[in-house]
């Protein structure tokens, strides 16, 4: 509830627990908070998953000295009448005014209480590090972390995938518990990594061993080559579907700038018709209608025989799949930095290419 909402309903507050005080902690122009007798509420936005809730809370001291505490209350159910000083302050913080009448109430949220003679200290030198020193992130006024979604209208089957192993399906388990998009991206490109050794594993299997020993040496040269390459083999192995996977990167057109300074400022390697590193070509073909559906439009733009369409698909494909995950993991001066604002980026047009090549890896 707001200031005007305890008071306008104060007779009901006091009817289930006391209050001297209330009013509000302004820090800032843009940011402040409940102030509830002598404690500030703050709403936890993010905290460490490793944390146990068996305890209702956990101090936190400023040289020695308790200066607050951090409430796990997320998704408990407490009796409103039973409820502690602190709990029921977070209550009110958090509850609509119909919610007085309940008996019973579930929080929504994990809270950390400080104290009125910390607060302003806490706020000066502490609260924007919290994440480093006391793996937790309030909530402020305006949320930060607003992960990108869309609408999913249909989801089409396709044919029938071959089953995951273990470490596959523990991969990809991650993958759908990320809320962050770069998070689930670096989930499934784990794994096509996976596949990589599989790969060669395979290979090696294949090999009658008394009149091929010698390929054994050439294979296991493929771990000296860079990642790149293994993934564009990967690709070129499995993904026979040409069509689809065009239809994934002609999407690119609404971030065009960025995919070039992605793919081209801070591209890596050769430059190559067959990665289009070049940014005249890059944008001549991206503003085409057909873009990368038709050999005409990839043959004119991007200067690439008819005859390697496919070739420069896959090749287009593993090269911007690999940069985008540098750019993710790979958090340093020399590699585009992706930052939170352009997760859509990763939603709306990466996630669905690296997919896309996922779902034709295992078909059957």
Known sequence: MTIVEINDNLSDVLQINSLATFSEYKYSNSLSFLQLDNSVIHKIELLNKSYQKSVINTSIKLAGLPIGDIFYLKNQTYTIASLSD?????????????????????????????????????????????????????SENASVINYHTKEVPVIEIGEELKSLDDY???????????????????????????????????KIKQLNIPNESNTIGDLLNEYNRSELERLTDLLTSYCND????????????PYKALGAEIFIKFGKGTKTNM????????????????????????????????????????????????????????????????????EDFIVEFAEPLIKEVLIQFYKK
């Open 86 to 138: 602190s709990s029921f302050y977070i209550f009110l913080a958090e509850c609509e005014p119909t919610d007085l009448a309940l008996s019973e109430y579930t929080f929504k949220n994990d809270y950390l209480l400080v104290h009125t003679d910390y607060v302003d200290e806490f706020h000066v030198k502490y609260s924007e590090t919290s994440v480093v020193w006391g793996g937790f992130k309030l």
């Open 168 to 202: 596959a399906k523990d991969s990809i388990y991650r993958a759908l518990e990320q809320k962050s998009a770069f998070e689930r991206f670096l989930k499934f490109y784990h794994l096509l990594e996976l596949e990589f050794d599989y790969g060669l594993i395979k």
């Open 242 to 253: 040409i069509s689809s996977l065009a239809e994934k990167l002609n999407t690119i057109r």
């Open 275 to 342: 990665r289009l590193n070049d940014q005249l070509k890059f944008e001549a073909l991206i503003d085409d209608t057909d873009a990368f559906k038709t050999t005409s439009s990839v043959s004119r733009h991007a200067s690439v025989a008819p005859g390697d369409y496919n070739k420069f698909i896959l090749s287009i494909t593993a090269y911007w799949i690999y940069r985008i995950r540098c750019s993710i993991a790979h958090f340093k001066i020399g590699e585009y930095i992706l930052t939170r604002d352009k």
